[in-house]
Each structure stands twice: as C-alpha cells, then as structure tokens.
C-alpha cells in the first residue's frame, strides 16, 4: 500500500502561484511514476503533469505547459507541483496518484491516490 497525502491548496488571484505538495509513504518503491490530476466541477478528472522517481522525466498536458512545473525529493519521498501564471480555469481539486508504470496519462493506470485539496483562483 502507498499513502499519498496533499498539501498547499488555497485561493488565489488570477495571475498568482502556488505549490502543491505529496507526501508518499508505505510502498513507495512499487510506484514508478508520481501525477497530478485535477477535477473541475461538472467535469471528468483530467491529467496534469507525471514525473518519475528515477530519473526525473516528465510529462505535462498541453493546457499547464511553461506555467506548471513539477518536481520530486526521493529523499523525502515528496513530489511538488509549481503553479504559475494560475488562471480562473486551473480551479478544481488537484489530485496526486501514483503509478507502477512510467509516465501515463490515464486515470486507471494509477493505482494509489490522495484525498486531494482545492485549488480556488478568483479572477
């Protein structure tokens, strides 16, 4: 088992930052790859960004592209997520998850996930 907590949610001002934090624990080593993914209301959860443990590759979805940016503390078994740029559309509940296979994008693929925390910007 792998227990994923989030941390760093909040409301913010279009045009803010903000970092999200997760936390990792128990079975860290089964998981190959860390996301984010978020859920608006209304709207399905959609993937975010990916980073795997080893050697720090990434994948980012389109819309999140040169304002986010994601990064990883194996030592502290701590993904982040770096949000600049933040606009009205990024509000939605961020979600971390973990995947024992590298960099997918699907929701099934991830087999642990966080409880998840807000993320609110006002325009």
């Known amino acids: 088992q792998v227990q994923l907590v989030e941390s760093g949610g909040g409301l913010v001002q279009a045009g803010d930052s903000l970092r999200l934090s997760c936390a990792a624990s128990?079975?860290?080593?089964?998981?190959?790859?860390m996301g984010w993914f978020r859920q608006a209301p209304g709207k399905e959860r959609e993937f975010v960004v990916a980073?795997?443990?080893?050697?720090?590759?990434?994948k980012y979805a389109g819309s999140v592209k040169g304002r986010f940016t994601i990064s990883r503390d194996n030592a502290k078994n701590t993904v982040y997520l770096q949000m600049n740029s933040l606009k009205p559309e990024d509000t939605a509940v961020y979600y971390c998850?973990?995947?024992?296979?590298?960099?997918?994008?699907?929701?099934?693929?991830?087999?642990?996930w966080g409880q998840g925390t807000q993320v609110t910007v006002a325009s």
């Open positions: 998850a973990a995947a024992p296979s590298l960099l997918p994008i699907a929701t099934r693929e991830y087999n642990y």
């Open positions: 128990g079975r860290t080593s089964s998981s190959v790859t």
């Open positions: 980073i795997s443990w080893s050697g720090g590759s990434t």
